[in-house]
């Protein structure tokens, strides 16, 4: 069964900073191309980044470009998080399609997503 667990979210002052951690189950999250969303209570999951397989092309979302990294270790997928603002708050997931592509893309319509880890960004 296909897994994916998110962690590393929590409460931070902004302009600091949280790195994300999503790690699979049953599969070799290097081999896939995988990509970050989050939701804001009462707003539509938003696409964040995304990075193809064996550390492909990766692409961001214009509010995030600059600040957020996306990036693969040990076979894990991490979103370093920097200069956060209030509207960074928002639960974080990751997903993929299981498809072996140096392309990505930060379209809902991937099958298989995380539980999601909450980030939320206040004084």
């Known amino acids: 069964q296909v897994q994916l667990v998110e962690s590393g979210g929590g409460l931070v002052q902004p302009g600091g900073s949280l790195r994300l951690s999503c790690a699979a189950s049953e599969f070799t999250l290097d081999y896939y191309s995988i990509a970050w969303f989050r939701q804001a209570p009462g707003k539509k999951r938003e696409g964040v980044a995304c990075?193809?397989?064996?550390?492909?092309n990766r692409y961001y979302a214009d509010s995030v470009k600059d600040r957020f990294t996306i990036s693969r270790a040990n076979d894990r997928l991490y979103l370093q998080m920097n200069s956060l603002k209030p509207e960074d708050t928002a639960v974080y997931y990751c997903?993929?399609?299981?498809?072996?592509?140096?392309?990505?893309?930060?379209?809902?319509?991937?099958?298989?997503w995380g539980q999601g880890t909450q980030v939320t960004v206040s004084s």
């Open positions: 997903a993929t399609d299981l498809l072996i592509s140096r392309a990505c893309h930060i379209n809902d319509d991937y099958n298989y």
């Open positions: 990075i193809g397989s064996n550390d492909g």
